[in-house]
């Protein structure tokens, strides 16, 4: 019996990754799989005094509550598939790597590629060196610019 498949989208409330997280949706729909969102709140900034690093965690937090949020519902919309969530703290790259370490069902890794991004591919660079060395899952990448009916015909 082959194994569902299981997609770990990174999201950030950009456009890039809620065309990856479309794409995923769209995918585990028509393969019967699922799909987890997974959002990295950077640290805060600890040379403040404690209780306003605290105060702002708590902020990033309800934020990205309400992205996430805002995202599994237009993933349900347009592809009937609601997404579990992931909040994690730390630097992004490593918690997607922690993640993607800590679930055994996950399949595939699911980042978005911004095409006008000055940053693109700062990430995705560090990914694939530490993946190649630790995480035996492909990356797939979604290019942010597909439309609805692109990532249709691809999925």
Not at 36 to 47: F, G, R, W
């Amino acid at each position: 019996m082959e194994k569902a498949v299981k997609y770990l989208v990174c999201v950030d409330g950009s456009e890039s990754s809620r065309v990856a997280l479309h794409y995923a949706c769209k995918k585990a729909m028509r393969r019967g799989g699922s799909v987890e969102m997974l959002h990295v709140v950077p640290p805060a900034d600890m040379q403040n005094l404690f209780g306003v690093a605290d105060k702002m965690r708590e902020e990033q937090r309800q934020e990205a509550e309400i992205m996430v949020k805002a995202l599994g519902e237009s993933a349900f919309q347009y592809a009937g598939v609601t997404p579990t969530v992931q909040i994690r703290e730390g630097r992004p790259g490593e918690e997607i790597i922690n993640a993607a370490l800590a679930d055994n069902d996950v399949n595939i890794l699911v980042l978005g590629a911004s095409p006008e991004s000055a940053k693109r591919g700062n990430l995705i660079q560090w990914l694939a060196g530490k993946l190649g060395d630790r995480l035996l899952v492909p990356v797939m990448l979604v290019p942010g610019n597909l439309t609805d009916l692109q990532i249709d015909e691809l999925s």
